[in-house]
C-alpha cells in the first residue's frame, strides 16, 4: 500500500484547525447553495453498517426561525413553568444564531433492527464530522449545540419527528466574527490510548 505523507499531513491539519465557533459568534455570510451540498454531501463518506444511512439532517432556513424560538420558549416553560420572561427570551433568542442552522437527526426506525443505537450514533458522529471538517475547509466556523429542549414534544412536533427518530443536537455554520484568544488544549493520545495485556496462560 502506497503512503501519501502530503494527503495525510493535508488532513491532519485540516482536524487541528477545527475549533467550536459559538453559534453567537456565527455571523453572515453562511455556506452558499452549493457549499451546503458539498458539505452535506461529505456525510455520505460515514461508516454506515447495513447501509442504513441511519441519520438525516433538517435545515431550519431563516422564516422558520420563529417557530423554532416559539418552540424553544414552551419547552423551557414546560420544564419550568416558573421560568421568568427574561429567561424565556434567552431560550428563545437562541433559535436566531448564526446564519445556518440545521437539526442533526439519528433514525433507529430504518434497516437492519440488529444494528441498534449506539452503532447508529457512532455512524451519525461520523457523517457530523466529515461535514464540519468540509465546512471548515471552505472557511466556515462551527458548533455543535444540544439542551434539554431537543426532547421536548413540541420540538419533536415541529421537525416532525417520529417514534423511531432522535434529535441529537442542532449544527451552527457561518463566518467567524470572533473568537477565543486561547483556543482549547486537545488531549494528546497517551491520554486516552491504552494496550490490551494479553492474560497469562
Known amino acids: 500500500m502506497s503512503l501519501d505523507t502530503d494527503l495525510a499531513g493535508a488532513v491532519g491539519a485540516l482536524m487541528q484547525s477545527r475549533r467550536t465557533i459559538l453559534p453567537k459568534r456565527l455571523v453572515a455570510p453562511g455556506p452558499d447553495a452549493d457549499q451546503l451540498q458539498r458539505i452535506f454531501a461529505a456525510a455520505a463518506s460515514a461508516p454506515d453498517h447495513g447501509q442504513v444511512r441511519p441519520w438525516r439532517f433538517v435545515l431550519v432556513p431563516d422564516n422558520a426561525r420563529v417557530a423554532l424560538a416559539q418552540a424553544f420558549g414552551d419547552a423551557l416553560l414546560a420544564r419550568d413553568p416558573q421560568a421568568t420572561a427574561e429567561q424565556v427570551l434567552q431560550a428563545q433568542e437562541k433559535a436566531h444564531r448564526s446564519p445556518c442552522l440545521m437539526l442533526v437527526v439519528v433514525r433507529t426506525d430504518c434497516g437492519d433492527p440488529d444494528i441498534d443505537l449506539p452503532e447508529r450514533l457512532i455512524s451519525t458522529g461520523c457523517a457530523v464530522q466529515n461535514m464540519l471538517l468540509v465546512a471548515t475547509a ?46 482549547r488544549q486537545r488531549p494528546e493520545p497517551a491520554d486516552y490510548v491504552s494496550t490490551l495485556v494479553a492474560p497469562k496462560a
Request: overall charge positive; glycine content about 14%.
Open 138 to 183: 471552505l472557511g466556515y466556523g462551527s458548533a455543535l449545540t444540544s439542551g434539554k429542549a431537543l426532547k421536548a414534544s413540541v420540538l419533536r412536533a415541529l421537525f416532525g419527528l417520529t417514534d423511531g427518530e432522535h434529535a441529537v443536537c442542532f449544527i451552527s455554520l457561518g463566518t467567524v466574527q470572533s473568537r477565543k484568544l486561547s483556543p
